[in-house]
């Protein structure tokens, strides 16, 4: 991989993560506050990833995606097909991804877990190389949009 390259991915996740938008009484953290059950499978590569760590009080997974769904970070578009609801029964996590054009495999994915006192959020950040390639996939089939599974 090209060192500019790299510098170049590492550049652009760096500005995503900056840009970050979360709801308000988010506050930074260096570490999670609370165990994450996924992880975002970026398929092409090469790529730079990032992550960054919030905690939100006094609030529900539900009103934090919907925040984030109806406030994108930076000029990136969401992933997510429409609202979060408890219309079938509580939610202890969500994900919210973002990505900088239809049929990417890189931007943002926000993952949200209950706490006792609120929510906590992990951005998991990546940024293609301008050499990444995503491998064929079989049959015709295709990548699905990161932060959907």
Same mark, same amino acid.
């Given at each position: ?41 970026? !398929?092409?590569?090469?790529?730079? $990833?990032?992550?960054? %760590?919030?905690?939100?009080? #006094?609030?529900?997974? *539900?009103? &934090? ?34 990505? !900088?054009?239809?049929?990417?495999? $890189?931007?943002?994915? %926000?993952?949200?877990?209950? #706490?006792?006192?609120? *929510?906590? &959020? ?28």
């Amino acid at each position: 991989m090209p060192e500019s390259g790299a510098a170049a991915a590492l550049a652009q996740a760096q500005e995503w993560l900056d840009a970050a938008n979360l709801p308000p009484g988010a506050v930074r953290t260096d570490t999670p506050s609370a165990s994450f059950n996924s992880y975002t499978g970026w !398929p092409c590569g090469p790529y730079e $990833e990032l992550e960054g %760590y919030w905690a939100i009080p #006094k609030t529900t997974v *539900v009103d &934090v995606a919907n925040w984030l769904i109806q406030n994108p970070t930076a000029d990136l578009i969401t992933t997510n097909f429409g609202p979060a609801s408890e219309e079938w029964g509580p939610i202890d996590s969500a994900a919210v991804g973002y990505i !900088p054009a239809v049929g990417s495999q $890189e931007g943002i994915v %926000y993952t949200l877990a209950k #706490k006792d006192d609120g *929510v906590a &959020v992990r951005a998991e950040v990546a940024a293609q190389t301008d050499t990444a390639t995503c491998p064929p996939l079989p049959d015709g089939g295709m990548y699905g949009a990161p932060g959907q599974g």
